[in-house]
């Protein structure tokens, strides 16, 4: 079972605005533009938010060099990771990152990625998680998913990103919580695992709202339940695990760090340029258009953050076998 505090959004806005009048003016700006890292691939959650980051950050001219997205989505995100520790002490490059920031060195210890080490700069938002099925399947509720998926046994397929990160860990817990025998098959980003299930490719997935809206909006595919504590209001019909009787909530960090070693003169700079991206009504749009949750969170709370749930994703991943 695993829990979650959610601040209200006006708090989580009052946070950001106030980290946002705390920050004195920073002397320190980058001298070149700065590599914007996407641990996950193209057209993903992790993907459109930091696009959309990127374009906020333009609009308003909230850095002095422009921000360039850069995809590695390679081994769960190792790409990424190490690309980020080999940049000890660059003040040039920042990274968004998601829940396999803690998974994948947990499963690869031989990475020697250490988080702990990477700059905090801003926790965005919490991203939650629905299950999905084509609509043409005819299922509409969780009963009916059951059913279908303990008939097909392990062919039923849950198309998911990469191994050993959130949509395997959801597809477990569905398989133990419903003696289940669903067949896990990673891809690389949320936007292709999206489009397997829309194209009746798999039999379903666990994507974020922001993944697999447009074909929800274009009648493709359905919400049947919630990994939330309460449902969402873009899916009144979806209801909750809890409400079903599984008392199971989990969610996705939607993050910024630096490099380690970044300064912390830059440190500060990326901290307020991204309180004022959170800030901003297009951010705040964006949170309640895709479902987003959670505050603003930086420096030692944001590390206290991380500390917390990679406890969590531990225990986690020690369940199913993964480490």
Same mark, same amino acid.
């Given at each position: 079972?695993?829990?979650?505090?959610?601040?209200?959004?006006?708090? +989580?806005?009052?946070?950001?605005?106030?980290?946002? +009048?705390?920050?004195?003016?920073? @002397?320190?700006?980058?001298?070149?533009?700065?590599?914007?890292?996407?641990?996950?691939?193209?057209?993903?959650?992790?993907?459109?938010? @930091?696009?959309?980051?990127? !374009?906020?950050?333009?609009?308003?001219?909230?850095? !002095?060099? $422009?921000?360039?997205?850069?995809?590695?989505?390679?081994? !769960?995100?190792?790409? +990424? #990771?190490?690309?980020?520790?080999?940049?000890?002490?660059?003040?040039? &490059?920042?990274?968004?990152?998601?829940?396999?920031?803690?998974?994948?060195?947990?499963?690869?210890?031989?990475?020697?990625?250490?988080?702990?080490?990477?700059?905090?700069?801003?926790?965005?938002?919490?991203? &939650?998680?629905?299950?999905?099925?084509?609509?043409? !399947?005819?299922?509409?509720?969780?009963?009916?998913?059951?059913?279908?998926?303990?008939?097909?046994?392990?062919?039923? =397929?849950? @198309?998911?990103?990469?191994?050993?990160?959130?949509?395997?860990?959801?597809?477990?817990?569905?398989?133990?919580?419903?003696?289940?025998?669903?067949?896990?098959? $990673?891809?690389?980003?949320?936007?292709?695992?999206?489009?397997? =299930?829309?194209?009746?490719?798999?039999?379903?997935?666990?994507?974020?709202?922001?993944?697999?809206?447009?074909?929800?909006?274009?009648?493709?595919?359905?919400?049947?339940?919630?990994?939330?504590?309460?449902?969402?209001?873009?899916?009144?019909?979806?209801?909750?695990?809890?409400? #079903?009787?599984?008392?199971?909530?989990?969610?996705?960090?939607?993050?910024?760090?630096?490099?380690?070693?970044?300064?912390?003169?830059?440190?500060?700079?990326?901290?307020?340029?991204? @309180?004022?991206?959170? +800030?901003?009504?297009?951010?705040?749009?964006?949170?309640?258009?895709?479902?987003?949750?959670?505050?603003?969170?930086?420096?030692?709370?944001?590390?206290?953050?991380?500390?917390?749930?990679?406890?969590?994703?531990?225990?986690?991943?020690?369940?199913?076998?993964?480490?």
């Amino acid at each position: 079972m695993i829990k979650r505090k959610l601040l209200l959004p006006l708090i +989580a806005l009052a946070s950001a605005v106030a980290v946002l +009048a705390a920050a004195p003016a920073q @002397a320190w700006e980058p001298k070149k533009p700065v590599d914007f890292v996407i641990m996950a691939g193209k057209g993903g959650g992790a993907d459109k938010m @930091a696009r959309l980051m990127q !374009s906020v950050i333009e609009k308003h001219g909230l850095a !002095s060099k $422009p921000f360039v997205p850069i995809n590695k989505p390679g081994g !769960s995100g190792a790409e +990424a #990771l190490i690309h980020m520790k080999g940049k000890q002490g660059d003040n040039h &490059t920042v990274m968004v990152t998601l829940n396999s920031f803690y998974t994948t060195p947990l499963r690869q210890p031989g990475l020697d990625v250490d988080i702990s080490t990477f700059t905090p700069v801003g926790r965005m938002a919490e991203d &939650t998680f629905l299950l999905w099925v084509n609509v043409d !399947s005819g299922i509409t509720n969780v009963d009916e998913f059951v059913a279908a998926a303990r008939a097909a046994g392990s062919d039923w =397929l849950m @198309a998911g990103t990469g191994k050993g990160q959130e949509d395997q860990l959801l597809t477990t817990f569905l398989n133990k919580a419903y003696d289940l025998k669903i067949k896990y098959v $990673p891809f690389k980003g949320g936007g292709r695992v999206a489009k397997e =299930l829309a194209g009746n490719h798999c039999n379903s997935t666990v994507n974020n709202p922001s993944e697999q809206l447009g074909f929800y909006q274009a009648g493709k595919t359905r919400a049947i339940a919630s990994f939330t504590p309460t449902r969402l209001p873009l899916f009144p019909d979806a209801p909750t695990f809890k409400e #079903l009787g599984k008392d199971y909530v989990y969610f996705m960090q939607r993050s910024v760090v630096g490099a380690p070693g970044m300064s912390d003169e830059a440190a500060a700079y990326y901290r307020d340029v991204f @309180a004022r991206v959170y +800030a901003t009504d297009e951010w705040q749009a964006y949170m309640t258009k895709k479902s987003l949750m959670g505050g603003f969170l930086t420096g030692p709370k944001l590390k206290a953050y991380w500390a917390r749930e990679k406890a969590v994703h531990e225990v986690i991943l020690k369940d199913i076998g993964e480490i």
